[in-house]
């Protein structure tokens, strides 16, 4: 029972081969089946998204498993051969996969680091395969325990605080000048593609009017319809600056189209009121010399990515605590999925009952001091016999389930019923300080409280 | 008892602007909880003392310039909690708690040196009070003036550090800066007024020109003019944060003016 990814990124194939292998959400589900239906795959998810597909799976054998994974993705695209896909494949197995899935998750492997998406687009997944029921126990904890992961990750560390668009960082910067957005004006001068998208960040944070104006006039009416703004005559732009708090130039204009006079004189007609000017334009389209008028906050191209870059370095500081969190976490995972390789669980199985037996015979003992040793015996032998024909049966059960689908679900069980993954209260060492050791018909408080955490992953799985 | 207060209040506001001060160099945000709990314990052990000495055995003493002092200090964190708790703009405990801080040294410094006032009338209270809430309008317009600075030099000059990303929105401090000087100027004015009659009871004249008058009606022409400059020809953001520092250099001269103000002139 091994854990294995096979797959491709955008670290590892480029876009063309990514866009041929990507599986689009109405055919992931049929997908899922297929690849359950190879041999020797017991569980599986499918990760499909623009940057990567990933398969993570629960195999029998890592090669085999590994090889199988390989053919499925090469079919999933008959154009595609395997020779062609296979140098672009990574693949890892155990401590590493569930690594590699907890980065992911946590948005470190990104091509943004610490962008957002990613997560929903695991949580969709994980949905897909829980209704075509093409995972299990190993796969659902292991999902669920990266969702928590990745959710800690954006909690406790500022990875996804900062802007790392230019168009972001535009936001960021207005939001140091004016505390709220809300009844401010962007004038939005020329239409290239970045300055549209600054002006939707800025529309998305509450900026209350849009004005617009492009050299063609007819432009400007359907982009001021688009946006739900005003268009300005080209000509007159330059009258209406005063009105606004936020102008956004990017022309194709090889010349300045907005000098430090014009600016100066806005901000003498706004009375002095801060004003926040971003020329997002190559060749810049706002005279530099604006940056010697008071009150009045010029910002170009390279500052803003000047400001993308910084906040990548921070971000990258604080993916630096993320891995360290990923490495923890997956520490836990690996302890639990230790716990269910069937022969420790046969093996503590036995000691914990053996423990019980063994209590319960000295207690009788000790009361009838009268017996013969022969009579001893036969008492100590009573006792291994019912103790041995109680458990007869799960421990077959657990071996020949072993290697089922459902062997990690027994292991689980036995675990759970027995209480392996406490220390025995009956042991010799914790006997001596226990006074009145507890027998298995009055069953430890913390039993109880186990059962809700568990039981919303076993609905999961009979769904 | 009201002086154990006090020294636990000293001692709290000095390590509450050290750790302000660390917290505003730093790019961690943890010290601001460290900062704040202790500024509220010092606000906490300040409000005793302050009640103490208003019911204590002294209270039937006139209010002495240390008294007024400490009020300063205690109304400055006063105003910083209210702030911080509306806001949390944590960097500005960075820049008030330092000045309550120098405000309470102060007033530990001279109790002794320093002559009470002259109780003349209840005025007196009156008059100490008005001037010392005029006075804290004043350094609050002080902190956001000096603080939309350094934010509007940070901005010019593309210097996006950590004291960047701490410090408020520029609109934020120019309309910080201009409510404290709209709620300042009035109370400074009723204290310049029920001091003059305080004089004019004591003395038989309103004003004799010594330093603390003369200082005290320049800062008040002062602000009157930013006032009026701000309402009607636009000084506000940039002049308007330079106008508010400079005023301030009024209040403290007034204020020094007071301290050294010789026991046989009356307030």
Same mark, same amino acid.
């Given at each position: 029972?091994?854990?294995?990814?096979?797959?491709?990124?955008?670290?590892? %194939?480029?876009?063309?081969?990514?866009?041929?292998?990507?599986?689009?959400?109405?055919?992931?589900?049929?997908?899922?089946?297929?690849?359950?239906?190879? $041999?020797?795959?017991?569980?599986?998810?499918?990760?499909?998204?623009?940057?990567? @597909?990933?398969?993570?799976?629960?195999?029998?054998?890592?090669?085999?498993?590994?090889?199988?994974?390989?053919?499925?993705?090469?079919?999933?695209?008959?154009?595609?051969?395997?020779?062609?896909?296979?140098?672009?494949?990574?693949?890892?197995?155990?401590?590493?996969?569930?690594?590699?899935?907890?980065?992911? =998750?946590?948005?470190?492997?990104?091509?943004?680091?610490?962008?957002?998406?990613?997560?929903?687009?695991?949580?969709?997944?994980?949905?897909?395969?829980?209704?075509?029921?093409?995972?299990?126990?190993?796969?659902?904890?292991?999902?669920?325990?990266?969702?928590? @992961?990745?959710?800690?990750?954006?909690?406790?560390?500022?990875?996804?605080?900062? %802007?790392?668009?230019?168009?972001?960082?535009?936001?960021?910067?207005?939001?140091?000048?004016?505390?709220?957005?809300?009844?401010?004006?962007?004038?939005?001068?020329?239409?290239?593609?970045? %300055?549209?998208?600054?002006?939707?960040?800025?529309?998305?944070?509450?900026?209350?009017?849009?004005?617009?104006?492009?050299?063609?006039?007819?432009?400007?009416?359907?982009?001021?319809?688009?946006?739900?703004?005003?268009? @300005?005559?080209?000509?007159?732009?330059?009258?209406?600056?005063?009105?606004?708090?936020?102008?956004?130039?990017?022309?194709?204009? /090889?010349?300045?189209?907005?000098?430090?006079?014009?600016?100066?004189?806005?901000?003498?007609?706004?009375?002095?009121?801060?004003?926040? !000017?971003?020329?997002?334009?190559?060749?810049?389209?706002?005279?530099?010399?604006?940056?010697?008028?008071?009150?009045?906050?010029?910002?170009?191209?390279?500052?803003?990515?000047?400001? @993308?870059? +910084?906040?990548?370095?921070?971000?990258?500081?604080?993916?630096?605590? %993320?891995?360290?969190?990923?490495?923890?976490?997956?520490?836990?995972?690996?302890?639990?999925?230790?716990?269910?390789?069937?022969?420790?669980?046969?093996?503590?199985?036995?000691?914990?009952?053996?423990?019980?037996?063994?209590?319960?015979?000295?207690?009788?003992?000790?009361?009838?001091?009268?017996?013969?040793?022969?009579?001893?015996?036969?008492?100590?032998?009573?006792?291994?016999?019912?103790?041995?024909?109680?458990?007869?049966?799960?421990?077959?059960? !657990?071996?020949?389930?072993?290697? /089922?689908?459902?062997?990690?679900?027994?292991?689980?069980? =036995?675990?759970?019923?027995?209480?392996?993954?406490?220390? /025995?209260?009956?042991?010799?060492?914790?006997?001596?300080?226990?006074? +009145? $050791?507890?027998?298995?018909?009055?069953?430890?408080?913390?039993?109880?409280?186990?059962?809700? =955490?568990?039981? $919303?992953?076993?609905?999961?799985?009979?769904? | 008892?009201?002086?154990?207060?006090?020294?636990?209040?000293?001692?709290?506001?000095?390590?509450?602007?050290?750790?302000?001060?660390?917290?505003?160099?730093?790019?961690?945000?943890?010290?601001?909880?460290?900062?704040?709990?202790?500024?509220?314990?010092?606000?906490?052990?300040?409000?005793?003392?302050?009640?103490?000495?208003?019911?204590?055995?002294?209270?039937?003493?006139?209010?002495?310039?240390?008294?007024?002092?400490?009020?300063?200090?205690?109304?400055?964190?006063?105003?910083?909690?209210?702030?911080?708790?509306?806001?949390?703009?944590?960097?500005?405990?960075?820049?008030?708690?330092?000045?309550?801080?120098?405000?309470?040294?102060?007033?530990?410094?001279?109790?002794?040196?320093?002559?009470?006032?002259?109780?003349?009338?209840?005025?007196?209270?009156?008059?100490?009070?008005?001037?010392?809430?005029?006075?804290?309008?004043?350094?609050?317009?002080?902190?956001?003036?000096?603080?939309?600075?350094? &934010?509007?030099?940070?901005?010019?000059?593309?210097?996006?550090?950590?004291?960047?990303?701490?410090?408020?929105?520029?609109?934020?401090?120019?309309?910080?800066? &201009?409510?404290?000087?709209?709620?300042?100027?009035?109370?400074?004015?009723?204290?310049?007024?029920?001091?003059?009659?305080?004089?004019?009871?004591?003395?038989?004249?309103?004003?004799?020109?010594?330093?603390?008058?003369?200082?005290?009606?320049?800062?008040?022409?002062?602000?009157?003019?930013?006032?009026?400059?701000?309402?009607?020809?636009?000084?506000?953001?940039?002049?308007?944060?330079?106008?508010?520092?400079?005023?301030?250099?009024?209040?403290?001269?007034?204020?020094?003016?007071?301290?050294?103000?010789?026991?046989?002139?009356?307030?």
């Amino acid at each position: 029972m091994h854990l294995i990814v096979v797959g491709l990124s955008h670290k590892t %194939a480029p876009v063309e081969i990514r866009e041929q292998l990507a599986v689009p959400e109405s055919r992931l589900g049929e997908a899922l089946t297929r690849l359950c239906s190879y $041999p020797g795959i017991k569980e599986g998810i499918l990760l499909s998204t623009c940057n990567r @597909v990933e398969v993570y799976s629960v195999v029998d054998d890592v090669d085999t498993g590994c090889g199988r994974i390989q053919e499925f993705l090469a079919d999933t695209h008959l154009s595609l051969s395997s020779e062609q896909l296979t140098p672009h494949l990574y693949w890892h197995t155990g401590d590493r996969a569930i690594a590699h899935l907890f980065r992911v =998750a946590a948005s470190l492997d990104s091509m943004i680091i610490g962008e957002s998406q990613i997560l929903g687009q695991l949580k969709d997944a994980f949905e897909v395969a829980l209704a075509h029921k093409t995972t299990g126990v190993i796969m659902n904890k292991v999902v669920k325990k990266a969702i928590s @992961v990745a959710k800690r990750v954006r909690t406790e560390t500022k990875i996804s605080e900062m %802007a790392v668009s230019v168009s972001y960082a535009a936001v960021e910067l207005a939001k140091k000048i004016f505390s709220n957005l809300h009844e401010k004006t962007v004038l939005l001068i020329g239409a290239g593609e970045m %300055a549209k998208l600054a002006a939707r960040h800025l529309l998305a944070h509450g900026v209350g009017h849009v004005r617009i104006t492009t050299r063609t006039p007819q432009h400007a009416v359907d982009l001021a319809a688009k946006f739900g703004g005003t268009a @300005v005559p080209f000509d007159q732009f330059k009258d209406d600056m005063a009105s606004a708090d936020i102008v956004l130039v990017s022309t194709g204009a /090889s010349h300045y189209l907005v000098g430090a006079e014009d600016v100066h004189r806005a901000v003498t007609e706004r009375m002095n009121r801060p004003m926040f !000017l971003i020329d997002i334009s190559v060749p810049r389209n706002i005279d530099p010399a604006v940056r010697h008028v008071d009150n009045a906050f010029l910002f170009d191209i390279d500052d803003l990515k000047q400001r @993308v870059e +910084q906040n990548r370095a921070e971000r990258m500081r604080e993916a630096e605590k %993320a891995e360290r969190m990923v490495l923890e976490e997956v520490t836990t995972l690996l302890d639990w999925m230790k716990s269910l390789e069937v022969t420790p669980t046969i093996v503590a199985l036995r000691n914990r009952v053996d423990d019980i037996k063994r209590a319960e015979v000295e207690k009788v003992l000790g009361r009838l001091g009268h017996l013969s040793h022969q009579d001893r015996e036969l008492v100590e032998g009573l006792a291994a016999s019912i103790v041995n024909k109680l458990i007869h049966r799960t421990m077959v059960t !657990l071996k020949t389930e072993v290697n /089922s689908s459902n062997g990690p679900a027994f292991v689980e069980a =036995a675990r759970r019923f027995f209480h392996l993954d406490r220390p /025995s209260p009956f042991s010799r060492e914790s006997r001596d300080d226990a006074e +009145q $050791p507890r027998g298995l018909d009055e069953p430890p408080e913390e039993f109880q409280s186990e059962e809700p =955490a568990q039981k $919303p992953s076993m609905r999961k799985q009979a769904r | 008892m009201a002086a154990v207060c006090f020294m636990i209040t000293l001692v709290l506001y000095i390590l509450a602007a050290v750790s302000f001060f660390s917290y505003s160099l730093r790019r961690s945000e943890a010290l601001s909880k460290v900062s704040l709990g202790v500024t509220v314990g010092g606000f906490a052990s300040h409000t005793i003392a302050l009640v103490m000495r208003m019911v204590g055995p002294s209270s039937s003493a006139p209010p002495s310039f240390s008294d007024a002092l400490s009020f300063l200090s205690w109304m400055i964190i006063l105003v910083f909690l209210v702030v911080e708790f509306r806001h949390r703009i944590h960097v500005l405990g960075s820049f008030m708690v330092p000045l309550a801080l120098v405000s309470l040294v102060s007033a530990a410094a001279l109790p002794e040196t320093v002559p009470t006032l002259q109780p003349v009338l209840k005025t007196l209270w009156f008059h100490v009070t008005l001037s010392m809430l005029g006075t804290v309008g004043f350094t609050v317009a002080f902190v956001a003036g000096v603080m939309y600075l350094i &934010q509007d030099r940070l901005l010019k000059s593309k210097q996006f550090n950590v004291l960047y990303s701490k410090l408020p929105a520029l609109d934020f401090l120019d309309h910080l800066n &201009q409510q404290s000087i709209v709620l300042g100027f009035p109370l400074l004015t009723l204290g310049i007024v029920t001091g003059a009659i305080s004089a004019d009871f004591s003395r038989g004249s309103y004003v004799s020109w010594n330093p603390e008058q003369t200082w005290a009606l320049v800062t008040w022409v002062f602000y009157f003019v930013v006032l009026l400059g701000r309402l009607t020809v636009g000084w506000r953001a940039k002049r308007a944060a330079y106008l508010t520092v400079i005023g301030f250099a009024g209040v403290i001269l007034t204020l020094v003016g007071v301290a050294l103000k010789g026991s046989s002139s009356l307030s």
